[in-house]
């Protein structure tokens, strides 16, 4: 069986990039799975530099927060499947996006990853880079981007 991996951030272009998943998974009777990734947010300690950004509670707060939110985008892109047929698989995973996509598309052998473009511009995304630009050069796998 085919198997799609899509990635899922709750935004508009992810939105399109779940139905571009929709158009294809049905025809092909592929297996879609929707990951949702919550963003670890590292915390340094520069020398010399004794405070932080956040402390322990706001931090475990923040992180909260990201999990809920992802974990409601996995519900609502399960719901816009099933109103339109198709079952889906969810894992909600933490790290770093790109890292953990390619990871998860590496491991359940999937044979396409789909994800929304940001739509940054060329510089933006040099200087910034872009979750799905790094997903396109370290993804051992097809990428389909939805602009």
Same mark, same amino acid.
């Given at each position: 069986?085919?198997?799609?991996?899509?990635?899922?951030?709750?935004?508009?272009s992810a939105s399109k990039a779940a139905r571009k998943t929709l158009e294809m998974a049905v025809?092909?009777?592929?297996?879609?799975?929707?990951?949702?990734?919550?963003?670890?947010?590292? @915390?340094?300690?520069?020398a010399g530099y004794h405070g932080a950004l956040f402390d322990g509670e706001q931090l475990a707060m923040l992180e909260k927060?990201?999990?809920?939110?992802?974990?409601?985008?996995?519900?609502?892109?399960?719901?816009?499947?099933?109103?339109?047929?198709?079952?889906?698989?969810? =894992?909600?995973?933490?790290?770093?996006?790109?890292? @953990?996509?390619?990871?998860?598309?590496?491991?359940?052998?999937?044979?396409?990853?789909?994800?929304?473009?940001?739509?940054?511009?060329?510089?933006?995304?040099?200087?910034?880079?872009? =979750?799905?630009?790094?997903?396109?050069?370290?993804?051992?796998?097809? @990428?389909?981007?939805?602009?």
């Amino acid at each position: 069986m085919y198997k799609i991996l899509l990635a899922a951030d709750g935004s508009e272009s992810a939105s399109k990039a779940a139905r571009k998943t929709l158009e294809m998974a049905v025809p092909l009777k592929a297996g879609v799975t929707v990951l949702s990734v919550v963003q670890v947010i590292p @915390v340094y300690r520069a020398a010399g530099y004794h405070g932080a950004l956040f402390d322990g509670e706001q931090l475990a707060m923040l992180e909260k927060d990201m999990e809920e939110a992802a974990s409601e985008t996995l519900e609502k892109t399960r719901g816009f499947f099933q109103e339109n047929g198709l079952e889906v698989k969810t =894992v909600l995973a933490k790290g770093q996006p790109a890292d @953990v996509i390619c990871r998860v598309a590496e491991e359940g052998k999937f044979d396409l990853i789909v994800i929304g473009s940001r739509g940054l511009g060329t510089i933006k995304g040099l200087v910034l880079g872009s =979750v799905s630009n790094k997903v396109i050069h370290n993804a051992k796998t097809s @990428v389909l981007i939805v602009k």
